[in-house]
């Protein structure tokens, strides 16, 4: 409690013993000696009403003798009570007679209780009845009944009273004490919030005046400045009052007055920011952002800004370098990327003519070692291509450049490129290999099958490679509540989409924890060393597949212990192909048909029961021959016969043959059933030879999608025809000749002389009348002189490339609609954007695949008709003017030199001897630098590099060392960003020594 607490308590203690003191005199001094005196006079007047009675009594009792009304008077007075206590009002009486008026009986004098010490005496006089002379004197004592209850009645009023002042009196003690403690908080808060804000305006001042590189400035809205932080000292190198009082010879644009500073008044903003050259007192240029904000309640209704003001002249020039250094690693970043895909397209042309070789070669009639020979060559060939492909793909996603195609495909051409994949692997590791598709999962899906097929492949090959004996399981399902959902994180769909989850099983040497740990890391390899299964790889595969399912918005995650196996599982989004978009359901009148699956595969009978069932056929299991002739025979004697029996080739009660004799020759067996030989996948030619006997009629695999089934069951079981719908549906294309129509005519544009050599041989071998052309110009000049129904153009030839090939003959009406495939030597697809921008149909990368070429050829051959070319005349050798009527065919003279010297030259293509062919090189070499120079000086650092490259691999065919070393140090300069002039002049020495 506080002192003035206390004063204000003892202030309050002391009025209420005041208060007290005052009411205890009023009561002993005022109140209760009058209520006494009230109650003796009302004492006196009850005596006086009784006295004249007891006159009379008492002169009849001396006068006349008669006591006994004396008597009677005197009983009655004393009989006289209080109607409401029932107490006699009087207590005795005393009777003294006047000497004069004679002797009384004593008896009679005194009556009641004549020494009661609480009554109240009242004597009064008693006066003779005729002539009202004093004839005694009667003492009435009366009782202070009535005393006392005046006393109780006025001093319970009395209490009542003070009680209630009492209560007042501490009801204002109360008030006081909390309106005193409200004070004091609020005198307490007041100096806290003082010492406060004391305390942050000191702080702020001092961070203020410590600023560094920062100071706070106000200013009217005319601009003058009227207040600024001593922070500005270190900033400006001037006093506060010296930078306000002077400000034009500070700012350097002070001469825009208030327009200088980012805020202006009547600006709709509330605040602004601006950069603003100044000049320090030492004269250094700097550059202050300055940041305002309208100050809202300044004093008086005046205008006044405040600002802060940053030095950021260290901030600016670090800002320029770093945009110089992004520029300088963005350009680096281009020439790598230009490298790149040069090195790409030179490794791969290469290896698109040995891989064309080699299958041509494999076509022609050769001994059986030879053709062993160049199949191992065609799958080394293949293999390097395919790390180089991965190579490239971890390229791009260093780069944030694959991206996902999306377009309609069939689930099941997918699956059919991995089986025919995993066939080939499988022949040397006698696998079980099937595939389990899921009940629900669309056959038509819309996505990138190409990426699909690409992680599809790896986890394949993995599952081959890692499982030296058992069996790999390829099961496709839909994940449930997935479908029409919206949001999810795989490309754009437009409409219905779908997630399907891949599990890739096997039964290999497992993955150790420590290996699952790195397993998707991009070059990381499985130490498989204590297993001695060391099968090689680059260790890109998984690291591009985890990569690829990300973009389809899924996740990859693997299961494996080692000696148990693998599992590892992918999820990914898809988009749903409307029905009328893709091909009918076939209505194939299979229902109520049976098969039988003769296997002791649980697995087999599995897969090959749902999917029959799936078909509508009914399906029966058997585990062995016997069973199975058992089942045969109760079928032929109760008239349920089967229509379809799938026998397992791995049953080991008895060879194939015999068991498909015993089936055939039941007893009572009428019509006889289909069979079809159940094989594992790679080992199906080996079965192919008893296909189209009596006994066999067919071979399958377990890694069986169901368009394949559907293909084999229509060739197999009666009734197999489709419905209407179907019946006319396009017959899937196939890389034969009668496919072709005859007389159609071809161009090949091409400046490697082996890859058009091979398309011109592929095409033949198809059916189609080939043209070559080494180069665009040439290909233009057979263009105006021949009709084609088609053109393969090669996208990047010297002089004139494939995209402005397009782009001049798609200014031609009649060529305007001319199939244009475009072939490339890149991995990279990415170029399939800027074909089609082009105007190319489609694009292809070499080697040619025939199958695929003749899917795009065949839906345009027919079509339309490219024939009467328009007079051209003979084509200039030097430019044209622009003629709306012709095209513009005209080589260039810097076009002319940059395809003379960017022309690579091969050891196949030199049929000249060696000095010849460094004369040629070295003309090509002279012809080219003036356009390796101008590529550079006008930023053109990948096209340089590309031209560089094809004149590296020249002068390294012809032995040009010299010119090798010299160009690959001009390519290492371009990349890095540093000067050229070493490398340019090394090349002029070339030159010079000839």
């Given at each position: 409690?506080?002192?003035?607490?206390?004063?204000?308590?003892?202030?309050?203690?002391?009025?209420?013993?005041?208060?007290?003191?005052?009411?205890?005199?009023?009561?002993h001094?005022?109140?209760?000696?009058?209520?006494?005196?009230?109650?003796?006079?009302?004492?006196d007047?009850?005596?006086?009403?009784q006295?004249?009675?007891?006159?009379?009594?008492?002169?009849?009792?001396?006068?006349?003798?008669?006591?006994?009304?004396?008597?009677?008077?005197?009983?009655?007075?004393?009989?006289f009570?209080?109607?409401?206590?029932?107490?006699?009002?009087?207590?005795?009486?005393?009777?003294?007679?006047?000497p004069?008026?004679?002797?009384?009986?004593?008896?009679?004098?005194?009556?009641?209780?004549i020494?009661?010490?609480?009554?109240?005496?009242?004597?009064?006089?008693l006066?003779?009845?005729?002539?009202?002379h004093?004839?005694?004197?009667?003492?009435?004592?009366?009782?202070?009944?009535?005393?006392?209850?005046?006393?109780?009645?006025?001093?319970?009023?009395?209490?009542?009273?003070?009680?209630?002042?009492?209560?007042?009196?501490?009801?204002?003690?109360?008030?006081?004490?909390?309106?005193?403690?409200?004070?004091?908080?609020?005198?307490?808060?007041?100096?806290?919030?003082?010492?406060?804000?004391?305390?942050?305006?000191?702080?702020?001042?001092?961070l203020?005046?410590?600023?560094?590189?920062?100071?706070?400035?106000?200013?009217?809205?005319?601009?003058?400045?009227i207040?600024?932080?001593?922070?500005?000292?270190?900033?400006?190198?001037?006093?506060?009052?010296?930078?306000?009082?002077?400000?034009?010879?500070?700012?350097?644009?002070?001469?825009?007055?208030?327009?200088?500073?980012?805020?202006?008044?009547?600006?709709?903003?509330?605040?602004?920011?601006?950069?603003?050259?100044?000049?320090?007192?030492?004269?250094?240029?700097?550059?202050?952002?300055?940041?305002?904000?309208?100050?809202?309640?300044?004093?008086?209704?005046?205008?006044?800004?405040?600002?802060v003001?940053?030095?950021?002249?260290?901030?600016?020039?670090?800002?320029?370098?770093?945009?110089?250094?992004?520029?300088?690693?963005?350009?680096?970043?281009?020439?790598?990327?230009?490298?790149?895909?040069?090195?790409?397209?030179?490794?791969?042309?290469?290896?698109?003519?040995?891989?064309?070789?080699?299958?041509?070669?494999?076509?022609?009639?050769?001994?059986?070692?030879?053709?062993?020979?160049?199949?191992?060559?065609?799958?080394?060939?293949?293999?390097?291509?395919?790390?180089?492909?991965?190579?490239?793909?971890?390229?791009?996603?260093?780069?944030?450049r694959?991206?996902?195609?999306?377009?309609?495909f069939?689930?099941d051409?997918?699956?059919?490129?991995?089986?025919?994949?995993?066939?080939?692997?499988?022949?040397?590791?006698?696998?079980?290999?099937?595939?389990?598709?899921?009940?629900?999962?669309?056959?038509?899906?819309?996505?990138?099958?190409?990426?699909?097929?690409?992680?599809?492949?790896?986890?394949?090959?993995?599952?081959?490679?890692?499982?030296?004996?058992?069996?790999?399981?390829?099961?496709?399902?839909?994940?449930?509540?997935?479908?029409?959902?919206?949001?999810?994180?795989?490309?754009?769909?437009?409409?219905?989409?779908?997630?399907?989850?891949?599990?890739?099983?096997?039964?290999?040497?497992?993955?150790?924890?420590?290996?699952l740990?790195?397993?998707?890391?991009?070059?990381?390899?499985?130490?498989?060393?204590?297993?001695?299964?060391?099968?090689?790889?680059?260790?890109?595969?998984?690291?591009?597949?985890?990569?690829?399912?990300?973009?389809?918005?899924?996740?990859?995650?693997?299961?494996?212990?080692?000696?148990?196996?693998?599992?590892?599982?992918?999820?990914?989004?898809?988009?749903?192909?409307?029905?009328?978009?893709?091909?009918?359901?076939?209505?194939?009148?299979?229902?109520?048909?049976?098969?039988?699956?003769?296997?002791?595969?649980?697995?087999?009978?599995?897969?090959?029961?749902?999917?029959?069932?799936?078909?509508?056929?009914?399906?029966?299991?058997?585990?062995?021959?016997?069973?199975?002739?058992?089942?045969?025979?109760?079928?032929?004697?109760?008239?349920?016969?089967?229509?379809?029996?799938?026998?397992?080739?791995?049953?080991?009660?008895?060879p194939?043959?015999?068991?498909?004799?015993?089936?055939?020759?039941?007893?009572?067996?009428?019509?006889?059933?289909?069979?079809?030989?159940?094989?594992?996948?790679?080992?199906?030619?080996?079965?192919?030879?008893?296909?189209?006997?009596?006994?066999?009629?067919?071979?399958?695999?377990?890694?069986?999608?169901?368009?394949?089934?559907?293909?084999?069951?229509?060739?197999?079981?009666?009734?197999?025809?489709?419905?209407?719908?179907?019946?006319?549906?396009?017959?899937?294309?196939?890389?034969?000749?009668?496919?072709?129509?005859?007389?159609?005519?071809?161009?090949?544009?091409?400046?490697?002389?082996?890859?058009?050599?091979?398309a011109?041989?592929?095409?033949?071998?198809?059916?189609?009348?080939?043209?070559?052309?080494?180069?665009?110009?040439?290909?233009?000049?057979?263009?105006?002189?021949?009709d084609?129904?088609?053109?393969?153009?090669?996208?990047?030839?010297?002089?004139?490339?494939?995209?402005?090939?397009?782009?001049?003959?798609?200014?031609?009406?009649?060529?305007?609609?001319?199939?244009?495939?475009?072939?490339?030597?890149?991995?990279?697809?990415?170029?399939?954007?800027?074909?089609?921008?082009?105007?190319?149909?489609?694009?292809?990368?070499?080697?040619?695949?025939?199958?695929?070429?003749?899917?795009?050829?065949?839906?345009?051959?027919?079509?339309?008709?490219?024939?009467?070319?328009?007079?051209?005349?003979?084509?200039?050798?030097?430019?044209?003017?622009?003629?709306?009527?012709?095209?513009?065919?005209?080589?260039?003279?810097?076009?002319?030199?940059?395809?003379?010297?960017?022309?690579m030259?091969?050891?196949?293509?030199?049929?000249?001897?060696?000095?010849?062919?460094?004369?040629?090189f070295?003309?090509?070499?002279?012809?080219?630098?003036?356009?390796?120079?101008?590529?550079?000086?006008?930023?053109?650092?990948?096209?340089?590099?590309?031209?560089?490259?094809?004149?590296?691999?020249?002068?390294?065919a012809?032995?040009?060392?010299?010119?090798?070393?010299?160009?690959?140090?001009?390519?290492?300069a371009?990349?890095?960003?540093?000067?050229?002039?070493?490398?340019?002049?090394?090349?002029?020495?070339?030159?010079?020594?000839?």
């Amino acid at each position: 409690m506080s002192a003035l607490a206390r004063w204000i308590t003892l202030a309050f203690v002391l009025l209420a013993l005041g208060l007290g003191a005052m009411i205890g005199g009023y009561w002993h001094l005022a109140l209760k000696p009058g209520i006494q005196n009230e109650a003796q006079q009302q004492a006196d007047l009850m005596a006086q009403a009784q006295a004249a009675r007891l006159a009379a009594a008492l002169v009849a009792a001396v006068v006349d003798g008669s006591s006994h009304l004396l008597t009677e008077v005197r009983n009655e007075v004393l009989s006289f009570t209080d109607s409401d206590s029932g107490q006699p009002f009087f207590a005795g009486v005393d009777i003294e007679p006047a000497p004069d008026l004679g002797a009384l009986d004593p008896a009679l004098r005194q009556h009641g209780d004549i020494e009661c010490r609480q009554c109240l005496v009242a004597e009064v006089p008693l006066l003779h009845p005729r002539d009202y002379h004093l004839i005694g004197v009667a003492r009435f004592l009366t009782t202070d009944q009535f005393l006392r209850q005046y006393l109780r009645a006025f001093r319970r009023h009395l209490l009542i009273q003070a009680a209630l002042g009492a209560l007042l009196l501490l009801s204002a003690w109360a008030g006081v004490m909390l309106l005193t403690r409200q004070m004091q908080r609020q005198r307490l808060w007041r100096e806290r919030a003082e010492q406060s804000s004391a305390w942050t305006q000191a702080r702020y001042e001092r961070l203020l005046n410590r600023l560094e590189g920062y100071f706070v400035y106000a200013r009217s809205g005319e601009g003058s400045l009227i207040f600024a932080s001593e922070s500005v000292r270190r900033v400006m190198g001037c006093a506060p009052e010296v930078f306000c009082r002077e400000p034009e010879r500070f700012f350097v644009d002070a001469d825009a007055g208030s327009s200088l500073f980012p805020l202006t008044i009547g600006q709709a903003e509330q605040s602004a920011s601006r950069v603003l050259r100044v000049r320090t007192a030492q004269g250094q240029a700097r550059q202050l952002e300055c940041t305002e904000t309208l100050a809202l309640n300044a004093p008086e209704g005046q205008v006044v800004i405040e600002g802060v003001a940053r030095d950021v002249s260290t901030q600016k020039e670090l800002e320029a370098s770093l945009l110089e250094a992004k520029e300088r690693a963005e350009s680096a970043n281009r020439a790598k990327t230009a490298l790149l895909t040069n090195v790409s397209h030179e490794l791969r042309t290469p290896m698109a003519s040995i891989i064309g070789l080699a299958k041509l070669m494999l076509r022609a009639e050769s001994p059986a070692p030879q053709r062993d020979q160049v199949g191992k060559i065609l799958a080394a060939a293949q293999s390097l291509l395919r790390i180089l492909d991965d190579i490239l793909d971890v390229s791009k996603m260093e780069a944030g450049r694959v991206r996902l195609d999306q377009r309609a495909f069939a689930l099941d051409q997918v699956l059919e490129q991995v089986a025919n994949f995993a066939a080939i692997k499988n022949q040397a590791a006698a696998l079980d290999i099937a595939f389990a598709i899921g009940p629900g999962v669309p056959r038509y899906l819309r996505g990138d099958p190409v990426r699909l097929g690409q992680v599809l492949l790896n986890l394949t090959s993995n599952a081959i490679k890692f499982t030296p004996r058992g069996s790999v399981l390829l099961c496709v399902e839909q994940l449930k509540g997935a479908q029409n959902s919206q949001g999810a994180r795989g490309p754009d769909r437009g409409g219905h989409h779908i997630r399907l989850k891949f599990t890739l099983e096997d039964t290999g040497i497992g993955i150790s924890r420590q290996d699952l740990q790195r397993l998707f890391q991009p070059f990381s390899q499985l130490d498989n060393a204590s297993s001695h299964h060391n099968q090689g790889g680059t260790g890109l595969g998984l690291a591009i597949s985890r990569h690829l399912v990300r973009l389809m918005g899924g996740e990859i995650e693997v299961e494996s212990q080692p000696g148990q196996g693998s599992s590892f599982q992918f999820t990914a989004d898809f988009g749903l192909v409307p029905r009328a978009s893709c091909e009918p359901s076939p209505a194939w009148s299979w229902q109520g048909m049976r098969a039988l699956i003769v296997s002791e595969r649980e697995l087999t009978q599995a897969l090959f029961g749902q999917m029959l069932n799936g078909l509508g056929l009914a399906v029966a299991m058997a585990t062995s021959t016997g069973q199975a002739s058992a089942i045969l025979g109760t079928a032929c004697q109760t008239g349920a016969a089967f229509a379809l029996v799938l026998l397992d080739a791995l049953l080991a009660d008895a060879p194939v043959a015999s068991i498909a004799r015993q089936l055939h020759q039941q007893p009572g067996l009428g019509q006889k059933p289909a069979l079809l030989l159940i094989e594992r996948l790679g080992f199906e030619r080996g079965a192919d030879a008893q296909v189209g006997s009596a006994d066999v009629d067919g071979v399958v695999t377990p890694a069986l999608s169901h368009s394949a089934l559907l293909r084999v069951l229509q060739a197999v079981l009666p009734g197999a025809a489709p419905s209407p719908a179907h019946r006319h549906a396009a017959p899937p294309v196939h890389a034969h000749p009668a496919s072709v129509p005859p007389g159609t005519r071809v161009l090949v544009a091409d400046d490697h002389r082996v890859n058009r050599e091979i398309a011109v041989d592929v095409l033949n071998g198809l059916g189609f009348e080939v043209t070559a052309a080494a180069d665009g110009f040439e290909a233009l000049e057979s263009l105006a002189r021949a009709d084609f129904d088609a053109l393969l153009l090669d996208i990047r030839m010297p002089g004139l490339d494939g995209f402005e090939v397009t782009k001049r003959l798609r200014a031609e009406p009649r060529l305007a609609r001319l199939p244009v495939i475009a072939l490339t030597a890149h991995a990279m697809m990415e170029d399939a954007e800027p074909c089609h921008a082009a105007g190319m149909t489609a694009v292809m990368s070499k080697p040619i695949n025939e199958t695929a070429l003749l899917e795009i050829l065949l839906p345009h051959l027919g079509k339309r008709s490219f024939k009467h070319p328009p007079n051209l005349g003979p084509v200039a050798s030097q430019p044209v003017k622009d003629d709306s009527s012709a095209v513009q065919y005209a080589r260039a003279p810097a076009a002319e030199a940059v395809e003379e010297g960017a022309r690579m030259l091969c050891p196949s293509d030199l049929q000249a001897a060696p000095s010849e062919a460094q004369a040629e090189f070295l003309r090509q070499l002279s012809a080219a630098l003036p356009s390796i120079i101008d590529y550079l000086g006008h930023g053109g650092q990948a096209d340089a590099i590309a031209v560089a490259q094809r004149l590296k691999t020249g002068a390294q065919a012809v032995g040009a060392s010299a010119a090798s070393d010299a160009l690959s140090a001009l390519q290492r300069a371009v990349v890095k960003g540093a000067s050229v002039d070493e490398p340019l002049q090394r090349l002029e020495w070339v030159l010079v020594q000839g």
